[in-house]
């Protein structure tokens, strides 16, 4: 339990920050104190909600002095419980969210640098209007911020071609738990002045620094694109499809998404105005995407292997969208997986990654472990193929009660996900971050090497233990 700030602590820090960063009323906070999937509901003893880096810093030094916890949070849309205080009501929310410029924008370079509460949509925007784009998206980036995205280093549907937050990640800006600023911002190709303290903070969670601002590379903005609705068998075809296309196309393949038809029902049965793009129902989907700047020379490659794949049984059909409104259909019924499970009642998502390879195995053999266990249980298995990262979501038996059935066996359908992960080489989170929810599985079934690592790290770094407490390893 953190201890509880002293009466001069919060009088100090609501003289530093003024009326706009600080407050203790409980209305003003509640909005911030439950995670988005509304696991987790804690109390703070106050937000701190500074609009600079040096006001950031001051507020680290002050509570630093009096070793008083700090709960950095960003968009609160994280799906692990990673921004939320814990319920002992000591802990100090510190939000970014007014930290929200876009810095710079070099379009030469192709760099541009944000803070941290800068809205992941928003940046899209400015970087569309220089003729360039930040080739990371996700279906939470109305609200998701860059200090957020960056912290938890996220994925999302393009890193077959760009790569997580860490690859676009050229430098970063972060309070320290002392207080002190790292100023890392500069976009250096070659830096060995030994640890990578860039790659250290990110996706680190804000437990070894508070991200205040990043510098993120840039790509030319994508003239064209090519969309497809595949019908397929099986993840083992989709796995040689992928393979195809990769050896064919290359680069321009930016998206290659793996859906079960169970998912697609759900989204035409919850989600309005969505419509199945292949009439006849098949097992598998996938959703290909190509990006590049000849638009026709895109859709002749796409055509091109698809037609090959089709002629040898690889594929069962397929429809090319017409034009950018029917890329995003295709799209949106890719990202409205998630509301129309939950639409569907309870169920336990699981973010995990497996080597590519091996992920038609998982995704074939995880829910025959899982019935077996847990009788009726039942597993869908959605996401990004070509990454190898699965969104493994597993469903009560039909008839029973969902939140009674999840409270008994919720915790030990996890660990074996988890086991079977693990056994296969993967990770137990593959883009969401540990948090709270998984801190207690990584800790049993995580290597020893990688946890003691990371244990030795944060207590280098954060002897006292002032940023957030209680996630990622304790």
């Known amino acids: 339990m953190s201890p509880a700030p002293s009466p001069d602590l919060l009088a100090r820090l609501a003289a530093l920050l003024g009326p706009k960063g600080y407050t203790a009323d409980a209305d003003s906070m509640a909005p911030w104190l439950t995670d988005w999937r509304g696991k987790y509901t804690g109390r703070a003893a106050a937000m701190l909600s500074p609009g600079s880096t040096e006001e950031v810093a001051a507020a680290v030094r002050l509570c630093a002095a009096e070793q008083a916890a700090l709960v950095p949070q960003g968009g609160n849309s994280g799906m692990v419980g990673g921004a939320t205080p ?16 876009i810095r710079s924008i070099d379009a030469a370079a ?25 080739p990371l998206t996700l279906g939470g980036k109305g609200s998701a911020t860059i200090g957020g995205l960056v912290s938890t280093n996220a994925g999302g549907t393009q890193v077959l071609r760009h790569g997580t937050m ?9 309070v320290l738990p002392d207080g002190s600023i790292f100023d890392g911002l500069a976009p250096l190709k070659k ?30 903005a994508a003239i064209a694109r090519c969309t497809a609705w595949i019908a397929i068998d099986s993840p083992e075809q989709a796995l040689r499809l992928l393979r195809q296309l990769d050896a064919s196309i290359g680069r321009e393949l930016e998206g290659f998404e793996i859906i079960p038809h169970a998912c697609l029902d759900a989204v035409l049965r919850h989600i309005p105005q ?27 490659a796409l055509e091109r292997q698809l037609a090959t794949a089709l002629n040898a049984g690889l594929i069962r059909d397929v429809v090319i969208a017409k034009n950018d409104r029917e890329s995003d259909d295709f799209w949106r019924l890719r990202d409205s997986i998630s509301e129309a499970e939950r639409a569907e009642g309870p169920a336990l998502q699981h973010d995990v990654s497996v080597p590519v390879d091996l992920m038609p195995t998982f995704v074939a053999d995880n829910p025959a472990r899982l019935a077996a266990a847990f009788p009726g249980a039942r597993a869908l298995s959605f996401g990004h193929l070509g990454d190898g990262n699965v969104h493994h979501h597993v469903q009560p038996p039909v008839g029973t009660d969902g939140a009674a059935w999840l409270a008994e066996h919720g915790a030990g359908v996890s660990r074996l996900v988890y086991a079977h992960v693990i056994e296969l080489g993967g990770s137990l989170s593959a883009e969401h971050g540990i948090g709270q929810l998984k801190r207690d599985v990584m800790a049993e079934l995580d290597s020893p090497a990688r946890l003691a690592a990371l244990r030795a790290i944060k207590a280098g770094l954060d002897p006292a233990g002032i940023l957030n407490p209680g996630k990622l390893i304790g």
């Open 166 to 174: 860490r690859a676009l990640v050229a430098g970063i800006e972060a």
């Open 274 to 300: 969505t419509r199945a793009p292949i009439a006849a129902p098949h097992p598998w989907y996938v959703l290909a995407e190509l990006a590049g700047d000849n638009q026709q020379e895109l859709s002749d």
């Open 86 to 101: 814990d319920p002992g009501g000591n802990q100090l929310l510190l939000s970014l969210r007014r930290m929200n410029r």
């Open 110 to 134: 192709q760099v541009a640098v944000a803070e941290a509460g800068v809205i992941l949509e928003t940046f899209h925007h400015a970087a569309l209007a220089h003729g360039l784009r930040f």
């Open 191 to 220: 830096d060995n002045r030994g640890y990578d303290l860039r790659h250290l903070l990110c996706g680190a969670e804000g437990t070894l620094g508070i991200v205040t601002a990043a510098t993120l590379h840039l790509v030319p």
